[in-house]
């Protein structure tokens, strides 16, 4: 029961990648955060601290995250490479 659950939790997210619904990782905080953290054997305020700063995420941990949700890495990896360079342009001043 608690497996079908979890499945059914994990196709939420899933959809959301794939739909491209998720434009920064931490669109993602509110959606079981301490069941993803624990599937991905790292704490809570860790995972969270993470979606703020998706360039600390190991490729280890996009790669299982990725496997948990049942989807494709590079969606993950685009996301977070699309939430760096935004960040980026806005740290840059205009010359």
């Known amino acids: 029961m608690a497996r079908e659950e979890n499945e059914t939790q994990y196709k939420v997210v899933r959809l959301m990648f794939q739909s491209n619904n998720i434009k920064r990782m931490k669109d ?55 939430q760096l360079n935004s960040s980026n342009r806005i740290k840059k001043k205009p010359v």
């Open 28 to 82: 993602i905080e509110k959606l079981y955060p301490t069941m993803i953290a624990k599937a991905l054997g790292i704490n809570h305020s860790r995972y969270i601290q993470k979606l703020y700063k998706p360039e600390e995420f190991s490729v280890k941990q996009i790669v299982e995250l990725a496997n948990l949700l049942d989807i494709n890495a590079q969606l993950i990896i685009d996301v977070i490479l699309k």
